[in-house]
């Protein structure tokens, strides 16, 4: 059976191909659901115009993909958490905090498409990218920054080891 696609499927064709598939799988499974019709000149004349538009859409959404990239791209983010001596931070910076913060600065993006292997565990700057088309990705700048321990005055350090001194001598 030939049947022309509306959709991609995996493993029988893109959308707007031409296929030949068991007449079983076409009739049962790809036209109800709505993947393919069955190919016959109308249906060809009918497939060609959606093809178009589906094109001119997708090539409008590109354009629009790529300007934000290039907004993005201008992007740094910064976070601050706590470290241990060595850099490695005590908790992580996810993917999804990083697309909290994308959207906090403005900017309209899906946060589960941040794409990161693992999440940030050291400080320093880190490079993220952003999938926003498929063809489209945007690269952003991470900066992990170790957290300020506040110094104590002098006063307040000698009043705190008088403290501690007495709560060892209440213990003893």
């Given at each position: ?88 931070l ?18 309209e ?5 941040v ?56 213990t003893?």
């Open positions: 059976m030939d049947v022309i696609l509306k959709e991609d499927v995996e493993k029988v064709g893109k959308a707007g191909e031409k296929a030949s598939v068991s007449n079983g799988y076409g009739r049962n499974y790809l036209i109800p659901q709505g993947f393919a019709i069955k190919a016959t000149p109308a249906a060809l004349k009918v497939i060609e115009d959606h093809m178009r538009k589906r094109a001119k859409r997708l090539a409008a959404q590109k354009a629009d993909a790529e300007k934000q990239a290039v907004e993005l791209g201008k992007l740094c983010l910064s976070f601050i958490r706590r470290s241990g001596e060595d850099g490695k005590f908790g992580s910076v996810t993917a999804h905090e990083i697309g909290a913060g994308v959207i906090a600065k403005g900017f993006i899906d946060k589960r498409k794409s990161m292997d693992t999440p940030l565990k050291s400080l320093g700057e880190h490079k993220v990218k952003i999938k926003l088309h498929p063809e489209v990705a945007a690269e952003i700048t991470v900066e992990v920054k170790a957290e300020a321990v506040e110094a104590l005055p002098e006063k307040e350090k000698a009043s705190e080891d008088e403290t501690s001194e007495d709560t060892a001598e209440k003893e």
